[in-house]
């Protein structure tokens, strides 16, 4: 089945220690997007790729960066990792504007 | 301040029960979409409706879409217990690309 696939589900990291966090998509869409919701909060977009362009929120910390180095895959890269940090990350990915997301399981970070 | 703002945050109900969630917005949209999401999960997408669309139905589900009052209602009908979840209303704004804005979110609660 076509299907967007985060890895790991659950990454424990230190204060400080870089964390990355992966995307694969086999619906072979455009657009991958990548989301931080914290606990009863609405997710928040941090940048999107549309292709190899790349889309990032004017409010999104330069401490998240982002790769894409093809189609299928998508990297979220936190390079200094702060308690605030913790949330559950959400890769989607959508054929264009206007269409449906389609989202990931999530991959949820804990900061010690 | 939110593009989507969700009435009521909690809505617990009796399963069998009616459940109407409400999303109103800000500014002008090409889509509103609705998705839910499980506690600790990913995102489903429910239904996608078009600025020039009124109404859409699917399965259970009903969407309305008033672009004068710029405010959606996402309405559940006969619930059951598996669709306790948190639902949020996502817009597609004009000209905004391929970025979605989520709302705050309804939880739902439905008890047997």
């Known amino acids: 089945d076509a299907m967007v696939i985060q890895n790991p589900r659950y990454q424990v990291t230190q204060f400080g220690k870089p964390v990355t966090l992966s995307c694969s998509q086999t619906l072979n869409h455009n657009v991958m997007y990548w989301y931080q919701q914290k606990s009863s909060q609405a997710p928040k977009l941090l940048f999107h790729?549309?292709?190899?362009?790349?889309?990032n929120e004017a409010d999104t910390p330069d401490n998240f960066q982002s790769r894409r180095p093809n189609t299928s895959f998508c990297f979220l890269d936190i390079r200094s990792p702060g308690l605030g940090d913790a949330a559950m990350y959400l890769c989607?990915?959508?054929?264009?504007?206007?269409?449906?997301?389609?989202f990931g399981p999530g991959t949820r970070l804990l900061v010690l | 301040s939110q593009q989507g703002e969700e009435d009521p945050q909690a809505l617990s109900i009796q399963e069998g029960e009616n459940a109407t969630m409400n999303c109103s917005y800000k500014t002008s949209i090409n889509n509103l979409q609705w998705y839910r999401q499980n506690s600790g999960r990913g995102l489903v997408h429910l239904i996608l409706?078009?600025?020039?669309?009124r109404e859409k139905h699917s399965g259970r589900l009903r969407v309305t879409l008033d672009t004068s009052k710029k405010s959606s209602s996402l309405l559940i009908t006969a619930s059951r217990a598996a669709d306790t979840a948190s639902y949020f209303c996502a817009t597609g704004l004009t000209g905004g690309g391929n970025k979605l804005t989520f709302g705050t979110g309804t939880q739902l609660k439905v008890e047997l």
């Open positions: 409706i078009r600025s020039n669309e």
């Open positions: 790729y549309y292709d190899k362009d790349f889309n």
């Open positions: 989607a990915t959508s054929s264009g504007q206007g269409q449906t997301q389609y």
